[in-house]
């Protein structure tokens, strides 16, 4: 079967674009840890004979002269993004830091075989920057620019010198539906929510429980939040927000592996009175079945479970761990209100993405998102608000901004005849609840004209993601027919 995979693989290393993507994936590249991949890129650039620059986060900027003929066309720059988001399912063995992405081809379709994320987002951006870099296409003079930590800050998007650039027309590449072209996305920040509760010896006759929530679908905290498919942290502590009567003490609480990603699995080590046990167990197996009739759709096989365990010496007091249930559930969760425009589109979400607990305390790290500054504002009060009640610390980090919707940009007209020509069908035109980095490069370059475009993939920031390769080919031949387009 590894040889059959192999050779299936073999057959893509001749295709303009999905080339360059299977070499992406040797390269390991979560977010902030790109310099192996920026590396490779420039060098890559140079053995092309491009004009390349590196940037101080490690952004990689390629220019290619105009075409024949079309030296007197206004530049368009292509831009995406590095680094990836690294999920892995239960039991799977990869060190994000040096393996290189397990990918396959199941027929149509690239997949990792549900091991862990496949990094389409954004490879396939990156990767079909790299056709138009390379193969034998007319456009005018073209810039491109490979960033870094998307996922987490926009790093490397900020960082763009804006005089740089001599484009005031981009494309970016960071799409996931094809035959769609999006004109606008929300704005940002990571908040860090610290609960100090420091750890008192457990007492005698108290017995130790495991708890863990496992079987959420999980995905990406922009796209997916509005698709029903929970948080595993804020359900597990809709859970132990009932178990609090039974005297409960948390000493470690573990969920998420990073704020951008829903969480699909939560787990707690708690010490509570022994004779108190078998209350606790039939709590869960209760919260459990109303789990799975509220999930049935999205999380089938979700489980909720509680096993003896040895009793930890110490624990959080009750005091403090009620404290944390309270914060759990006061701060901002899920979606807060849907765009007026927009009506399918979220306006303002919050995602604790993660949650840990270390014998000082709480630490809670949220992703918040907004259309708007003004309801990014009111998301982040009432995080200051729970934090002042509750006596905990709020820190903001990794803050990025929105990009409003222009319905007279000249990209968007020209990429929706070029989508219909090619789909046979007007594309679907929209603003999303994600962050896209067309608004720092907006921010570096005054007046850009920016739209986005991608190939079809799915499953994004899950082990479950998946990539169509007959639309790789289709959105191909759309960006190779903008870049020919003449004004």
Known sequence: MAQE??????????????????????????????????????????????????????????????????????????????????????????????????????????????????GADNGLGVALAMAALTEDVPHPELEVLFTTAEEDDFAGAKAAQGNWFHARRMINLDNSVENEIIVGSSGGSGMEFTLPALQTEVPGGWGGVKIELQGLAGGHSGEDIHKGRGCANVLLARFLAGALELGLRLADVRGGTFRVALTRSSRALAALPAEKLPALQAMTAQFEKELRAEYQSTAPHLTLTAVQSDCPPKAATQADTERFVRAMLLLPSGIKEMNGAYHEVVEASCNLGEVYQKESGFTIIAEVRAAHDSTLEWQLTQCRMAAAVLGAEVRLFGDYPGWAPNPDSAMLHLAKQKMKDEFGTAPTVRAVHAGLESGAMMRAIPGLDAISMGAAHWGLHSPGETASIPSVGRTWRVLQAILAAKE
């Open 5 to 118: 995979t192999e050779n299936s693989l073999q057959e893509l290393k001749n295709d303009p674009v999905l080339k360059h993507f299977l070499k992406i994936c040797e390269y390991p590249h979560p977010s902030h840890h790109e310099q192996a991949l920026s590396d490779y890129l420039l060098g890559w650039g140079k053995a092309q004979g491009l004009e390349c620059m590196r940037g101080r986060e490690l952004e990689v900027y390629l220019r290619r002269p105009a075409s024949p003929g079309y030296e007197k066309q206004p530049p368009i720059l292509l831009q995406a993004h590095m680094d990836m988001v690294c999920e892995k399912a239960p039991g799977v063995q990869q060190d994000f830091d040096r393996d290189p992405v397990p990918v396959m081809r199941e027929g149509d379709l690239l997949t990792t075989g549900g091991k862990t994320t496949l």
